[in-house]
């Protein structure tokens, strides 16, 4: 049992740095705010918007500071190489109507599980949204975690729950070498509406969760939503700064920061080399594997696949040829210039 826990410790450490360093790579910055409020050793239920599919789910993963468990829409575990994998990474799945009535009941056992592990001091991301959508705004929200919630109070009354509200704030969603700020909110204890019943304290944390994570992210009221996009686009916001973009939607536009316009003359003088290394892979990812993608939410998650499995591979290629054609020396240099080169061009 405890070479399993052991082994399983290390897996999900190496899983995390490797990915660690993917999204190194593939945004040009990453800012956490309020990470200090995180608990480090009591439960903690992390509650985010849900902007760009697994993209938000590895963010919390590697920058929270947590190990967690992830409840997981359950259409992904349909095949079972790709179950085990999943629940390796500590994912559970979580079924929704469209999976069909008769799978709703296999929630209960989903929630129990997130119960036990609240009351062992673990950490569950969920996304209450209940799907996801490249809108500016947290969407109504569901009640399953409320559910957790509750559940956690009946069986274990002395258990209370650190609730955080985090806002996913993505410059350009679906684009590579985009800013991303990680906003995490005050902790919400379960405990204070311990006073309450069932249906108080659901109405209560849906409605607190909500406002909390309506601060920690751009809020565009959705009557308005195509108008108010377009003028924040043309005024160059920052929309990793959601205080300053929410200020300045509630200011009709008055109080509003612009971002300097970048010309983007050094990015493009290296593109065609960076697309020259990565021919193949850059290939496969637009004439294959794009046009297959049918929601644009998952358009980022895919190309970060390509950039986590098939980049590496065409790089040890490449290095194992030039080693073979000009020796061990003339590799080394060829890789760590063009990992270099990849990494000047996405922070550029």
Request: hydrophobic residues 45%.
């Amino acid at each position: 049992m405890k070479k399993y826990k052991f082994l399983k410790k290390l897996w999900l450490h190496s899983v995390r740095l490797y990915i660690q360093i993917g999204l190194f790579f593939y945004y040009k910055n990453i800012s956490l705010i309020g990470k200090e409020t995180i608990p480090k050793d009591q439960p903690v239920l992390f509650l985010g918007n849900h902007q760009n599919a697994l993209l938000d789910a590895l963010l919390i993963a590697t920058k929270s500071g947590r190990f967690c468990y992830y409840l997981t829409r359950a259409a992904v575990f349909k095949k079972p190489l790709v179950s085990k994998l999943l629940q390796s990474l500590n994912m559970l799945p979580v079924y929704r109507v469209r999976d069909g009535w008769s799978t709703i009941a296999k929630n209960k056992s989903v929630f129990s599980t997130s119960v036990g592990l609240l009351h062992d001091n673990q950490a569950i991301t969920v996304f209450p949204e209940g799907s996801h959508s490249l809108v500016r705004r947290v969407r109504p929200l569901s009640k399953g975690f409320t559910r957790i919630v509750l559940e956690l109070r009946e069986k274990h009354p002395n258990t209370a729950v650190n609730l955080i509200p985090v806002g996913f704030n993505y410059q350009e969603a679906k684009q590579m070498g985009s800013c991303v700020a990680l906003v995490f909110g005050q902790p919400i204890v379960s405990s204070d509406y311990n006073q309450l019943n069932t249906i108080e304290a659901t109405k209560q944390i849906k409605e607190d969760v909500f406002n909390a994570m309506s601060k920690l992210t751009t809020q565009i009221p959705e009557e308005k939503y195509d108008i108010v996009l377009q003028k924040l686009t043309e005024r160059q916001v920052d929309f990793t700064d959601p205080k300053t973009v929410n200020r300045c939607i509630a200011s009709n536009f008055e109080e509003c920061s612009s971002q300097p316009l970048k010309t983007g003359v050094f990015k493009g003088v290296l593109k065609p080399v960076v697309y020259a290394i990565l021919c193949l892979p850059i290939l496969v990812w637009k004439k294959v594997l794009k046009p297959k993608i049918k929601e644009e939410e998952f358009e980022s998650t895919f190309r970060f696949a390509v950039c986590l499995t098939l980049v590496p591979f065409w790089m040890l290629l490449l290095f194992c040829i030039t080693i073979s054609s000009f020796g061990l020396v003339s590799g080394l240099v060829g890789l760590i210039s063009s990992l270099l080169l990849f990494l000047v061009y996405n922070k550029a």
